[in-house]
């Protein structure tokens, strides 16, 4: 069956870095696109990035634009979201998720979704 497992949450202080993973399995990785969704506490999801099939063309949120890199292993079946000078702000739980198209941000056509990682940026 369709997984998308994410890992390399964690507790960080501002200004550190964190890169999480998400593993994918039970679907052809390289035919998809793939996103990073993150929701803080108390808020609704917001799209982060997005990568296209073969890694050549990435997409950002303007609020992590310059700070955020996504990236993608298709041999792997791997997606990464490597994150510099994290804030406060960036304090959410992180998803990844699949699609076969570019949706943009309109996160209700993504096909499969990770169970998601918390990430929590404080002092």
């Known amino acids: 069956q369709v997984q998308l497992v994410e890992s390399g949450g964690g507790l960080v202080q501002p200004g550190g870095s964190l890169r999480l993973s998400c593993a994918a399995s039970g679907f052809t990785f390289s035919s998809y696109w793939m996103y990073w969704v993150r929701q803080a506490p108390g808020k609704g999801l917001e799209w982060v990035s997005a990568?296209?099939?073969?890694?050549?063309?990435?997409y950002y949120a303007d609020s992590v634009k310059g700070q955020f890199t996504i990236s993608r292993d298709n041999v792997k079946n791997t997606v990464y979201l490597q994150m510099n000078s994290l804030k406060p702000e960036d304090t959410a739980v992180y998803y990844c998720?699949?699609?076969?198209?570019?949706?943009?941000?309109?996160?209700?056509?993504?096909?499969?979704w990770g169970q998601g990682t918390q990430v929590t940026v404080s002092s």
């Open positions: 998720a699949a699609a076969r198209y570019y949706y943009g941000d309109y996160a209700g056509n993504y096909d499969y």
């Open positions: 990568i296209n099939t073969g890694g050549g063309s990435t």
